[in-house]
Structure formats: C-alpha cells, structure tokens
C-alpha cells in the first residue's frame, strides 16, 4: 500500500480551513482551529471521543456554521457554507451515525446521490418522457458501477433498514460515490467492523483515493488504519489542534500520546 | 346481505375521497414534519378558486362552453394553488426550519385561517356551485346476483374513481421518479438530503402543491355534491381522525385508513345509529381515532414513536 501512495500526485491545497471556532452553548467543540488539505492526498483527523472531529467535517460541508474563521474551497472564501453549496462544489460525504433514507433500497439510496447531475424537469418526469427515461437509464448505469465496485450487488434491491451495520456503512459510501465528488469526507466509515470488513473498507477508500483522485478526509479511531493510509493527520483534543503533521512524526508527538494515555484511563 | 354491500360499497367510496385528502396530510408531514391543519382550508380555498373562475373566465373571454370553462378554471385553480405553495414555503416554512412541533402547529392554524379570510374576500362568502357535470342519478347494478340488484351512486362511483386514479398516479410519482425519490429522501432524512444536494425548499413548495393538488380535486367532488361553502373546510378535516388511523408517516396508511373510516362511518350509521339515536356518522371517526390515539398512537403502518432522551 506504500507503494500506491507514494506513487500519487499530492498537488496544490484545495480546502483551507482557517482559525474555526464552533460553540454549543457553553461547549466549545472546535477552538481556533486551522489546518488545510490537499488535492489527492488522503488526510485523517483523529483525536479522543468528543475532541471536535465531526464537528470539523460538519464545518466543512456547512452543516454547522462557525462563530469565527472561514472555509476556503479552491480559493473561494465561504463565511457560511451550506450543505447545498458544499454538495454543488463537489463535496460528498458519510455520517458518523449513517443518515441513509432508510425505507428504501440499496440501489435507490445510491440512485439519490445521482441527485445534482439530473437535468430532466419534474414534468418530463411525471409523464415518463423520453429524456427523462434515457437519463434515469444512464444513471443506473453509472450506478451499477459502484455497486460492483463496493461488492453489494447481491444486496441491491433490499430496503438499507435490513442490512447490518457494515454493510450500511457500505451503501453509505456508495451514495457519496454517486456524487462522483472532488473531494470525500469519511467519518468513521470502519467503527463497529471486524477485521475483515475494515480490510475491505481501506482498500475501496485507497481504491478510490488512487484510481479516481479523490481527496479523502478521513475521521477514524483504529490507529492502525490511520497510520497506514493516511498522508498527514490533524490531532484534535477537547476542541484544540494538538498535532499536524506525517504519521511518524504523529506518532512520536509527546502531547499526542498523553492525550490518547489521558483519554484510555 | 343487498343492503349490507351498498352501505359497504357507498362507505368505500367516500373512503377513497378521505384517503386522497389524507394523503396530502401525510405527504406534507413527512417531506417538512408539519402537521397541516390549514389543509382543510386549502379544500375550501381550491373549490372557491375553481368555482369562481368556471363562472369568470366565460364572461372574460366571451365564450359559453361550460366544459371548456371547467377546464381552463381547473387550470387557473391548480396555478393558484402553486401560487400558495409557493408562498407558504418562502414566507412562512423557510423561516421555521427546525422549530417545534407545536410552533408549526400553531403556524399551520394561522395558515388556515389566513386561507379562509382571503379566500372568501377574493372569492366571495356565499355558496356557490361546481357543476361538472357529474351524474345525480343512481344505478342498479348486479341485478343477476342480488334480489332487487344493488343501488350504487353514480356520483360517488365516479368520484371514488377519480380519486383512486390520482392516488395511483401519485404513488407511481414517487415510486418512479427521480423527483419523486428525492421527496422520499428528504422524507426519511433532511441533513442526509441536503448534504447530497437535494434542495429542502423546492421539495418542500413539491409537496404542498401536490397537497394542493388534491385538495383541489377532493374541493371539486365534494363542492359539486354540496355546494361551495364555509363548512367544506370542516368536511376535510373529517381526513383527520384517518391519518392518525393509518399513520402519519405511511402513504398506504393514509390510503387504508379512510376506506377504513369511510366503510366504518358508513356501516355504524346504518347498524349502530338507531339504537343511539343516529348522528353517529358526524362523531365516528373521531371516536376511533380516539381509541388510536390511547393504544396505538403510531397508527395502524406508522413508525413508532420513540421518545429520545
Ligand atoms: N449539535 C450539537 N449540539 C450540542 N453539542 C454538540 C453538538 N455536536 C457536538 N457537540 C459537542 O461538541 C463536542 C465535540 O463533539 P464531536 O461530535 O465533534 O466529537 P467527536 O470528536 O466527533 O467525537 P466522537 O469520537 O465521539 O465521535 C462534544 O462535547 C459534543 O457534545
Ligand atoms: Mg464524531
């Protein structure tokens, strides 16, 4: 796996998160927090239970908005992003408690993340018509594709309420996927797995990550994963950036290892 | 047995008018998680709407088709009633995202009165009538099989028809569409929706003009059987109790539930009614809904109700 990383082109920074502070009420979830990523590299974000990491990922596709700092996309400063704006600028991403619509099916939750590329108008729809069908046909298509891709294809038809755990993290991925993103935010996608499914897990995120160029931000808790497929890692620690930096150096960081110590006791 | 079917038969089809308005309740509630109380005033605001204008536009225009002045007032009624949809979503529904329930509640009771005021000073407060041409007279079908055959209603049949196709219509809408899984996508989750880009607002103006829609046609039916008038705001609200029969949150709930209330509303008038003194057909459904509430507060196909602590 070493080899596929070193061998990608990291490029230019295309998301730069700027001096975020995020407040509930009393709680501060994110303090002054300010790191950047960059075009295809896979970037994580760790840190000990409640340390602000979802919040970060919540700042970015503007599902909470901060009190201070500014989001920068590919250069363009936005003071208040919007889930919208976020999923127009190419921005697709998992939730830590999967959010999938869960009364319908596998391939209908991933036919959804088609949703922003669909161009018929709802009465082209309504009657069936031409377009819209040819359309709805070429989406499935590219649908079916990541359905092979993310080995579900014997699960495609069932309802996403029925399937265990590792498999609607799957699905989950598979709706952002649909997005056909630019960059990808993963939040836990391997909590509650086994090995196995872990495995499977890290290699569609270096798959996609590799073959497609996505840039990745990843939350994850298994530092084994972390340090393997990451390229450089933010360490959040009660709402404070505590480290930033390659794996190796992470791991070697003093104040890193007495939160984690500090957060285990 | 004759007599029993056609009380069943005429209960089935005013089921089928309770199921489509109630549809308009559970569509609305949830795409947007508001409980519409204004719906029965949309009934009454449609029918006013297309009543007007079918007796307007031929003096406007200068013709005296009746059926052509139905169409085109169908037209105008259905513009109308995006109109409101449209309005409600950006005056109102835009401002209250993720408020309480009871606020939205109470914003709903406003709404219907607002609905009710502007709609009688634009249209006027007397009654008015709808003619359709709907067929008054009764038919004797199944003469073979019963003595004396059934008496059906031809109305009611076609009505009961009309609104069967547009809920069929409706639901295929949903099933089939990428609109319409959009709608069940902001349905079972808003944040999840958003972050893949579907639009709350447009959803959200979708679904109250599909409510509108078919208030429309129930305003339609039932304004051409009783006349265009206040208390049509208070005959939808009869759709009601079946929402809390079937559910909420369940399409085939709405659509079960009033042939459930309109069958039961029917039969317990005939059977029961004499031994109480009759009127029970006004205070049914609300009685049974009643009983819902107590043992089975999520209705027959809604999801439970799980308090989060
Ligand atoms: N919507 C919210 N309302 C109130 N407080 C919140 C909200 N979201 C997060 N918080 C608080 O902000 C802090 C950071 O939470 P966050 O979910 O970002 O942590 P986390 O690092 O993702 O933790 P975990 O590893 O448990 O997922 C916590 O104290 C949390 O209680
Ligand atoms: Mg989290």
Same mark, same amino acid.
């Not at chain 1, 031409?130 to 989406?139: C, D, N, S, V």
């Not at chain 1, 699960?155 to 590792?166: E, F, H, S």
């Not at chain 1, 960081?253 to 939160?259: D, G, L, Q, S």
């Not at chain 2, 089935?12 to 309770?18: E, I, K, R």
């Given at each position: 796996m070493a080899e596929t990383v070193s061998e990608r082109q990291i490029g230019d920074v295309v998301l730069d998160l700027r001096n975020i502070s995020l407040a509930f009420g009393g709680v501060n979830a994110l303090s002054d927090i300010s790191f950047d990523v960059r075009e295809h590299e896979i970037r994580a974000i760790i840190g000990p239970n409640g340390a602000g990491k979802s919040s970060m990922l919540n700042?970015?596709?503007?599902?909470?908005?901060?009190?201070?700092?500014?989001?920068?996309? /590919?250069?363009? /400063?936005?003071?208040?992003?919007? !889930?919208?704006?976020? *999923?127009?600028?190419? @921005?697709? /991403?998992?939730?830590?408690?999967?959010?999938?619509?869960k009364g319908m099916s596998v391939l209908d939750n991933i036919m959804t993340g088609r949703n922003l590329k669909m161009k018929s108008n709802i009465l082209q729809q309504a009657v069936w018509w031409g377009p819209a069908q040819r359309e709805e046909l070429a989406h499935r298509e590219k649908v079916e594709e990541i359905i092979d891709f993310l080995e579900i294809q014997h699960i495609r038809k069932t309802p996403v309420g029925r399937l265990p755990y590792g498999l609607q993290k799957r699905v989950d991925l598979g709706r952002a996927l649909a997005m056909e993103p630019s960059i990808l935010l993963l939040d836990e996608p391997m909590a509650g797995m086994n090995i196995e499914e872990k495995q499977d897990m890290s290699r569609f995120i270096l798959d996609v990550n590799d073959q497609l160029g996505t840039t990745i931000v990843l939350i994850e808790h298994d530092m084994g994963v972390v340090m393997d497929i990451s390229d450089r890692i933010v360490v959040?620690?009660?709402?404070?950036?505590i480290g930033d930096d390659t794996p190796d150096e992470v791991r070697a960081n003093p104040e890193v290892i007495a939160a984690y110590l500090g957060a285990s006791h | 047995m004759g007599f029993f079917?056609?009380?069943?038969?005429?209960?089935?089809?005013?089921?089928?008018?309770? &199921?489509?308005?109630?549809?308009?309740?559970?569509?609305?509630?949830?795409?947007?998680?508001?409980f519409n109380f204004a719906q029965g005033a949309m009934v009454l605001f449609a029918a006013l709407a297309m009543a007007r204008f079918a007796e307007w536009i031929p003096g406007w225009l200068g013709f005296e088709n009746q059926v052509l002045a139905n169409i085109l007032a169908f037209a105008v009624a259905a513009a109308v009633m995006f109109v409101v949809a449209w309005l409600i979503e950006r005056l109102v529904l835009r401002h209250l995202v993720n408020q309480e329930g009871a606020t939205l509640l109470m914003v709903t009771l406003g709404i219907a009165y607002l609905l009710e005021g502007i709609g009688q000073s634009l249209f006027g407060d007397n009654i008015y009538s709808i003619d359709v041409g709907m067929p008054k007279d009764p038919v004797l079908v199944l003469e073979g099989m019963f003595p004396g055959g059934?008496? @059906?209603?031809?109305?009611?049949?076609?009505?009961? %028809?009309?609104? *069967? #196709? %547009?809920?069929? #219509?409706?639901? %295929?809408?949903?099933?089939?569409?990428?609109?319409? /899984?959009?709608?069940? #996508?902001?349905?079972?989750?808003?944040?999840?929706?958003?972050?893949?880009?579907?639009? %709350? #607002?447009?959803?959200?103006?979708?679904?109250?003009?599909?409510?509108?829609?078919?208030?429309?046609v129930a305003g339609i039916i039932w304004g051409s059987k009783l006349g265009v008038q206040f208390s049509l705001a208070t005959v939808a609200l009869?759709?009601? !109790?079946?929402?809390?029969?079937?559910?909420?949150? &369940?399409?085939?709930?709405?659509?079960?539930?009033?042939?459930?209330?309109?069958?039961?509303?029917?039969?317990?008038e005939v059977y029961i009614g004499p031994l109480v003194g009759g009127g029970i057909e006004i205070w049914f459904a609300y009685m049974l809904a009643l009983v819902f509430l107590l043992f089975r507060p999520q209705g027959l196909f809604g999801e439970k109700i799980i308090d989060r602590v």
């Amino acid at each position: 796996m070493a080899e596929t990383v070193s061998e990608r082109q990291i490029g230019d920074v295309v998301l730069d998160l700027r001096n975020i502070s995020l407040a509930f009420g009393g709680v501060n979830a994110l303090s002054d927090i300010s790191f950047d990523v960059r075009e295809h590299e896979i970037r994580a974000i760790i840190g000990p239970n409640g340390a602000g990491k979802s919040s970060m990922l919540n700042v970015i596709n503007g599902v909470y908005q901060p009190q201070q700092g500014e989001v920068v996309l /590919r250069g363009q /400063r936005f003071e208040k992003m919007s !889930p919208g704006h976020a *999923a127009r600028a190419g @921005i697709a /991403r998992t939730f830590q408690n999967i959010a999938l619509f869960k009364g319908m099916s596998v391939l209908d939750n991933i036919m959804t993340g088609r949703n922003l590329k669909m161009k018929s108008n709802i009465l082209q729809q309504a009657v069936w018509w031409g377009p819209a069908q040819r359309e709805e046909l070429a989406h499935r298509e590219k649908v079916e594709e990541i359905i092979d891709f993310l080995e579900i294809q014997h699960i495609r038809k069932t309802p996403v309420g029925r399937l265990p755990y590792g498999l609607q993290k799957r699905v989950d991925l598979g709706r952002a996927l649909a997005m056909e993103p630019s960059i990808l935010l993963l939040d836990e996608p391997m909590a509650g797995m086994n090995i196995e499914e872990k495995q499977d897990m890290s290699r569609f995120i270096l798959d996609v990550n590799d073959q497609l160029g996505t840039t990745i931000v990843l939350i994850e808790h298994d530092m084994g994963v972390v340090m393997d497929i990451s390229d450089r890692i933010v360490v959040l620690d009660y709402g404070k950036k505590i480290g930033d930096d390659t794996p190796d150096e992470v791991r070697a960081n003093p104040e890193v290892i007495a939160a984690y110590l500090g957060a285990s006791h | 047995m004759g007599f029993f079917l056609e009380t069943l038969i005429g209960g089935l089809m005013a089921g089928m008018l309770y &199921s489509l308005v109630a549809l308009g309740f559970v569509l609305i509630y949830k795409a947007s998680g508001v409980f519409n109380f204004a719906q029965g005033a949309m009934v009454l605001f449609a029918a006013l709407a297309m009543a007007r204008f079918a007796e307007w536009i031929p003096g406007w225009l200068g013709f005296e088709n009746q059926v052509l002045a139905n169409i085109l007032a169908f037209a105008v009624a259905a513009a109308v009633m995006f109109v409101v949809a449209w309005l409600i979503e950006r005056l109102v529904l835009r401002h209250l995202v993720n408020q309480e329930g009871a606020t939205l509640l109470m914003v709903t009771l406003g709404i219907a009165y607002l609905l009710e005021g502007i709609g009688q000073s634009l249209f006027g407060d007397n009654i008015y009538s709808i003619d359709v041409g709907m067929p008054k007279d009764p038919v004797l079908v199944l003469e073979g099989m019963f003595p004396g055959g059934l008496l @059906i209603n031809k109305e009611d049949f076609i009505a009961a %028809l009309i609104a *069967a #196709a %547009l809920v069929a #219509a409706l639901s %295929l809408f949903f099933q089939k569409t990428a609109t319409g /899984r959009a709608l069940r #996508a902001v349905a079972d989750d808003h944040q999840a929706a958003q972050s893949i880009g579907i639009p %709350l #607002a447009r959803i959200w103006v979708i679904v109250w003009f599909v409510a509108g829609i078919a208030a429309l046609v129930a305003g339609i039916i039932w304004g051409s059987k009783l006349g265009v008038q206040f208390s049509l705001a208070t005959v939808a609200l009869r759709a009601l !109790p079946v929402v809390i029969l079937g559910g909420l949150t &369940s399409v085939p709930g709405a659509i079960i539930g009033g042939l459930i209330i309109g069958v039961g509303e029917k039969l317990s008038e005939v059977y029961i009614g004499p031994l109480v003194g009759g009127g029970i057909e006004i205070w049914f459904a609300y009685m049974l809904a009643l009983v819902f509430l107590l043992f089975r507060p999520q209705g027959l196909f809604g999801e439970k109700i799980i308090d989060r602590v």
